[in-house]
T-cell receptor
Framework: DTEVTQTPKHLVMGMTNKKSLKCEQH?????MYWYKQKAKKPPELMFV???????INESVPSRFSPECPNSSLLNLHLHALQPEDSALYLC???????????FGPGTRLLVL | AQSVTQPDIHITVSEGASLELRCNYS??????LFWYVQSPGQGLQLLLK??????LVQGIKGFEAEFKRSQSSFNLRKPSVHWSDAAEYFC?????????????FGKGTKLSVKP
């Protein structure tokens, strides 16, 4: 089973709202990733967690706050977003960093 | 700098025809290579991967890819395309652990299938 689940599937939020995206995997993977994907573009890496510790932050604005409460769960907390943050947010996991990444279905975010 | 190039932005093929999607990489050493497919509004599904060994790799949905070191290429092929293959295809590469393990994506090739 190579399933990564993400909730919610769709999210609409105002610029003053606080919301969270959730990602879960039960494959025993110890690396988890957040990507942002705009229309007609490849995914852009945002964050990498390795063994529940943040190992890479690709200069992402502080209005995006990742959290890895345990080895199966990855959250992305959103606050004071801008309309240009509207995108598909993808979560992925791999056994360890550098190995094959398996992606979730994504959360489609619209910021009004 | 490390990079992955997909020269074709958009390809249209007839249903039942053969398909080849091109991918070239630029790395210091041979990276790990991947092909992912993405249907509209969906996540990325892994089609196949190459780490080492046999240069012809079989994947899911009848796809295969051939690694050619001399050409720094990893082209994706399918002998007979089905309408359900219409999607965006991404070639990606990674090299080693740490930040080198980050996937570098090509810009993608959109495949349209004519009936």
């Amino acid at each position: 089973d190579t399933e990564v689940t993400q909730t919610p599937k769709h999210l609409v939020m105002g610029m003053t709202n606080k919301k969270s995206l959730k990602c879960e995997q039960h494959m025993g993977h110890r690396a988890m990733y957040w990507y942002k994907q705009k229309a007609k573009k490849p995914p852009e890496l945002m964050f990498v967690y390795s063994y529940e510790k943040l190992s890479i932050n690709e200069s992402v604005p502080s209005r995006f706050s990742p959290e890895c409460p345990n080895s199966s769960l990855l959250n992305l907390h959103l606050h004071a977003l801008q309309p240009e943050d509207s995108a598909l947010y993808l979560c992925a996991s791999s056994r360890i960093v550098g190995e094959t990444q398996y992606f979730g279905p994504g959360t489609r975010l619209l910021v009004l | 700098a490390q990079s992955v190039t997909q020269p074709d932005i958009h390809i249209t093929v007839s249903e039942g025809a053969s398909l080849e999607l091109r991918c070239n990489y630029s790395y210091g050493a041979t990276p790990y290579l991947f092909w992912y497919v993405q249907s509209p509004g969906q996540g990325l599904q892994l089609l196949l991967k190459y780490f080492s060994g046999d240069t012809l790799v079989q994947g899911i949905k009848g796809f295969e890819a051939e690694f050619k070191r001399s050409q720094s290429s990893f082209n994706l092929r399918k002998p007979s395309v089905h309408w359900s293959d219409a999607a965006e295809y991404f070639c990606a590469a990674a090299s080693g652990g740490g930040s080198q393990g980050n996937l570098i994506f090509g810009k993608g090739t959109k495949l349209s299938v004519k009936p």
